[in-house]
């Protein structure tokens, strides 16, 4: 039974293999949607976060663009304040939130969320939230149509010369500052708004925090989910078409693109592609289940994703190709790594969403492309909760806690080899994803820990390594 606001009530009564709340789980729900400590070093931490990353961004963005990728400082005392003066000059003039970055940024904004609200999509069916009284929340997993629509579009404004892509390459520091003053408007927007409408939930007490973290767990804007729609149609789609707009711009000054370049363009369609066509997924997950929509989330995925995942598209875009070029061998090795982790990646995901579909009684799967061979486990072993909950032990999930951590991340390695050693910045993604990844899992074990009690202990028995198999 569903109303008008999104919600189901789904019936468990007499369901073969439908998964219920006990009592005792309901008692520990509660207990986790209550704010008990701080994360991120408190206030001040994500104060530190919310001012020093945006500088961060900046910086790398003028290494690569203006200093040949080489990570400039100041020569000495006396230089810091000239030094200082130089990095405004840049930001100033080449990363000015000019009417160009608005009217293109913004534009992708809005038609974004116009194809989330009017596509055909697929009906998917959330897990059920405690805030909610266990009632689930029904998401239109339309992405993907969005995606090819989105693809569409840009194609016939690119031919018919109405908006060149190789125009976003070349605005890129103008198109980052707008992305960061929406990354900023929306975080501190969404708090007030969740304030006003009585909907904040696990709050601090802390303004800085608390906007940091989020106030709403689930806002929505008619029959748009935004949490997701932000996480799904934002970042992916400003970073394939960043890495399209560089390949553009090869071919135009080169009259041909590398196999650098080009393997930037697989590597973000497979990620944008793999969003969307397994959209239906992702209301399973911890972020839509759990993590609130503040500045964390609604910066990351505005700005911080598209604006710092892709540096070694700036490089290739701004530099000559004889400083990144591969022996026939090693694009090989590449191109296999990629496509190897990817299907680890989507395969392991797949496999974690459908078996929770399962418990949610839930049998008959999406079929989009491409669907690759093991993303559902046949007769799949589990570990049933006091709680009430099942922890999947076969699969991929029989190797690892978190084989799809380590996948996604080879696959953010992969993002700054296609560079090689020509600069240390496009690396800086994978070593920010792995320090991300690792502060997460300890966030997730934690929560597991205290959800679970003797049932974790015994789940982590059965699959006793965090990441990578026999090593850790």
Not at 418 to 444: E, K, M, N, Q
Request: net charge neutral; hydrophobic share 45%.
């Amino acid at each position: 039974m569903s109303g008008d606001d999104g919600l189901r009530q789904r019936k468990t009564n007499g369901t073969a293999g439908v998964v219920t709340i006990s009592e005792e789980g309901k008692k520990l729900d509660q207990k986790l949607d209550q704010h008990t400590s701080y994360e991120f070093g408190g206030p001040m931490g994500v104060f530190a976060i919310m001012t020093g990353f945006p500088v961060l961004m900046y910086y790398l963005w003028i290494c690569l663009w203006f200093y040949d990728g080489q990570l400039v400082h100041p020569t000495s005392v006396d230089d810091i304040r000239p030094f200082l003066w130089r990095m405004w000059e840049h930001i100033r003039v080449d990363a000015s939130p000019n009417l160009y970055a608005w009217k293109v940024y913004s534009g992708n904004i809005f038609f974004q969320l116009f194809l989330a609200w009017v596509m055909p999509g697929f009906m998917q069916e959330g897990l059920p939230v405690p805030s909610l009284g266990y009632k689930t929340l029904m998401y239109n997993c339309n992405a993907l149509t969005s995606l090819y629509a989105t693809m569409a579009t840009a194609a016939v404004l690119h031919y018919n010369g109405i908006f060149r892509l190789t125009e976003i390459i070349d605005n890129y520091g103008h198109l980052m500052s707008v992305a960061m003053i929406w990354g900023f408007g929306v975080s501190f927007g969404m708090y007030f708004v969740a304030v006003a409408t009585g909907t904040q939930m696990r709050m601090s007490g802390s303004f800085i925090y608390d906007v940091f973290m989020g106030a709403s767990l689930n806002p929505r804007l008619g029959p748009v989910d935004l949490k997701m729609w932000a996480e799904v149609r934002i970042p992916w789609v400003i970073v394939f078409f960043l890495a399209v707009s560089g390949a553009c711009k090869q071919y135009e000054t080169l009259g041909y693109v590398t196999p650098n370049m080009a393997f930037m363009c697989l590597a973000t369609w497979f990620y944008i592609n793999a969003c969307a066509k397994g959209e239906e997924c992702i209301p399973q997950t911890w972020d839509m289940y759990h993590e609130k929509w503040g500045f964390m989330v609604i910066f990351w995925n505005l700005a911080g994703v598209p604006f710092s995942y892709v540096y070694s598209v700036v490089y290739m875009a701004s530099h000559d190709s004889s400083k990144y070029q591969f022996s026939t061998p090693t694009y090989i090795a590449l191109y296999t790594t990629l496509c190897t982790a990817y299907y680890i990646w989507d395969t392991a995901m797949a496999q974690k969403s459908h078996f929770k579909m399962q418990t949610q009684g839930i049998h008959t799967f999406r079929a989009t492309f491409p669907q690759l061979p093991g993303n559902t486990v046949k007769n799949p072993t589990y570990i049933q909760t006091a709680h009430g909950n099942r922890l999947l032990t076969s699969g991929w999930w029989a190797w690892s806690r978190k084989p799809n951590y380590v996948a996604d991340w080879i696959m953010s390695l992969t993002w700054g080899l296609v560079i090689g050693t020509a600069t240390p910045i496009p690396y800086f993604y994978s070593v920010f994803f792995i320090t991300v990844l690792v502060h997460r899992c300890g966030r997730d074990f934690e929560r597991c820990a205290i959800k679970y009690g003797k049932d974790w202990e015994r789940y982590c028995e059965v699959v006793p390594y965090k990441f990578i198999p026999y090593v850790y």
